[in-house]
DNA sequence: TTGAAAGCGCTAACAA
DNA sequence: TTGTTAGCGCTTTCAA
C-alpha cells in the first residue's frame, strides 16, 4: 500500500497542497514555474501514476471505448478492432472488447455494463435478433455516443458506419459483364438478411441493365454445411455455370471446396469472383481470386473518426460509408 | 446529472442512511429481513447501478483483466480470447485486450497501463524482443498475477500455461511411422524460435528410434513467400517426398498451395499432415487435413483457471500444460 | 440493528 | 501564486 504514489505524498514531500500538485502537473497558467519543475521532477522520479478511478470519479470522465462484437474469431471483425484499436491508442483511449455470440440476452448484459462503466463511447454491431433499442438509447441519454457499424439498426436517429454494399456487388456484377461470360451462378446468404437483400438487388439490377448479359442463376444458401454438395451439382449439371458469383468469405470457401473437388481449372474451366472482407481468403488459394474489398479495417477508422466528432461536440446523427473496391486476381 | 441513481438517493428515498442502504444490498447479517427487502426493492425499480469507479476507489480492487496479445486477427489469439471472455463473464470479470504488434515497446506500454488501471490481473503472450522482465516482476510487486501463456519466458519465478510442444510433434511423428510411408518432407518454422527446436528435436526423436522410419527431410522457413516455391522444388525432385509435415498453419497454407498447384491428388500421390491451432485450416481443404490441435480455446481456460487461483490465494508459481491430440482426416 | 464519520485519490470552485 | 474546502459514490470502522 505504501508503496503507491499518490498526490499526497508528493504534496507532502514538497510541502504544497495536493492541488498545487494537481495543478502543476497539468500545467496550470496560475502555478509558478519553479513548482511546476520541482513538482513534475518528484512524479517523474517516483514514477508518479494518477489513480483511473479517483480521476474517473470526480470527472465523471473515463478513457474506455466499449465495443460490441458477435464474435471475436472472425477476420473481419478483427480487423475492424485491430483498426479501432490502432487509432485509439494514439489518443489515448483503451478499448473494451464485449463479444454477444449473437444472443440478444448476452447483448444486453453488454450495453448495461457499458453504460455502468461510464464508457466514453460505445461501437456496436447489433445482433440480428436485436428488436429493443431502447438500452442503446439509455446510453445516448447518459451522453455515451453510439457508433453502429456493419449490422446497424433501420432506424435514422443513430450513427451508422457501413459499406455501400450495393456498390461492392455493383462493381463484381460489372466486373464479370466485362469478361463476357455465359452463365453465372452467384451465390448468396440467407435471404431474410439485409445485406443479401442489398447486394443481390445490385446485383441483379447490372445484369438487367444489359441485354447481352449472360444467364444469370441466383442461389441462396442458408446450411453452410451443404453449400458445397449443391454448388458441385450445378458444376456437373449439362448447362453448367462457367462463373462463380460468391457473396462472403464464407461461400467462397465452399465454392472452392466444390472446385477442387472436381479438379476444375481456374479460370478456364470455371472464374471465380467474390465479396471479401479482407484479402486472407482471396489470397488463401492458387490463382488468387479476384474480389471486391469490404475492409474491416478501414470500417474502423472511420468509426473511429466518427466517434471522436461525437464525443468532442454535439453533432446531429450521421450515417457514413467506406466505399469498396476491386481487387484483380487471376481467377476472373 | 440527477437521473444517475446513487446509494445517497436510495437512502434518502427510505430515510435510512448511506451505509445500511449498502449493507442491506450486499446481504450484510446485521441488517434487518425487512430493511433488506425495503433496500432492495426500491434499487431494483430505480435500476440502481453502483458505479465501479467509486468500489475500486475505496477497495482498491477490479473486476478487469488485461490480456497481451501480439496480434488480433490471429485465430489462435482469437480463440485463445475467446475462452477467456466466456470464462471471465461467468464469473464477472471484463477483459481490456492490448495488442503489441510485437513490438516492446508497445508491450511496456501496455504493462504500465495495467499497473495504472490497476487491473486484476494479466495475461500475457510476451513479445521475442522482450529481455526485460522488470516491467512485469512490478505488476507481482503491485500484487497482480501475471498469468503468461503460450510464448512464455525462461525463468521458473513466474505462472505459465503452454502446450506440450514436444508432445504436438512425437503425436504427428508417431501417426506418420504407423502409415509406411518412404519419404517425409517436415517443414519447420525458424530455427531460432524455442517452439520450434522442441517441436522438431520432438519430432527427430521418434524417427531415430524407429530403424525401419521413413527417410527424414527437414526444410526450415523464414521467409513465408517463398515456402511455397520451396515444396514445389520437392515435390518435383527425382526423390520427391511421398508425405509433408507441417509445423503450423501458416506453413501448411502454403504446402496446400503448392500441391495444388501442382496438381497432386492427397494422400495418394502425397499424404499431408500438420500442426493446428484450430480446426479451421484444415477443414478448409478437401480431403481435410489430419492435424494435431494445440487449442487456444483450451489454453484460454486454463488460463483462467490458474488466474483465479492465482487471485483467490498466495500460490507458488505454477507451469501448466495443455496436451495436444490427434484429429484425423482423410490426409494421411 | 442502524447511523455517523472518515477515507479512497483526485478535481475545481472559492478564498486568501 | 497557492491553499482550503467540498465533493465524486462507495466501503468500513466505530459508536450508538
Known sequence: MSDVITLKKISQLLNISISTASRALKDHPDISDITKQKVKE???????????????????????????????SNLFYTSFIDAVENESRKIGYTLIILKTDDDPAIEANHIKYCKKQRVAGLFACIT?????????????????????????????????????????????????????????????????????????????????????????????????????????????????PDTIFCMSDVILTYAMKAIHELQLTIPDEVAVITISNSDFFPKLYTPEITYVETSGYKLGVLALSAM????????????????PYLVEGQSL
Request: proline share 6%; net charge negative.
Open 308 to 323: 471522436m466528432t461525437c464525443v468532442k461536440e454535439d453533432v446531429p446523427y450521421q450515417k457514413l460509408y467506406v466505399d
Open 128 to 240: 440480428p435478433g436485436t428488436s429493443n433499442f431502447d438500452l442503446f438509447q439509455s446510453l445516448n441519454k447518459s451522453s455515451i455516443p453510439v457508433i453502429f457499424f456493419d449490422r446497424v439498426p433501420d432506424n435514422s436517429n443513430c450513427n451508422t458506419v457501413c459499406f455501400e454494399d450495393e456498390t461492392a456487388a455493383t462493381i463484381a456484377a460489372e466486373a464479370i459483364l466485362k469478361k463476357n461470360r455465359k452463365k453465372v451462378l452467384a451465390i448468396f446468404a440467407e435471404p431474410s438478411l439485409s445485406i443479401t437483400q442489398k447486394r443481390l438487388k445490385a446485383f441483379q439490377q447490372v445484369f438487367q441493365q444489359y441485354p447481352s448479359a449472360p444467364k444469370l442463376n441466383i442461389y441462396h444458401t442458408n446450411h453452410y454445411e451443404n453449400t458445397k454438395e449443391i454448388i458441385k451439382q450445378q458444376l456437373q449439371s449439362n448447362d453448367r
Open 42 to 72: 518528484l512524479a517523474e522520479m517516483l514514477e508518479y501514476e494518477p489513480n483511473p478511478f479517483a480521476i474517473q470519479l470526480s470527472t465523471s470522465h473515463s478513457n474506455i471505448f466499449g465495443l460490441i462484437v458477435p464474435e471475436v
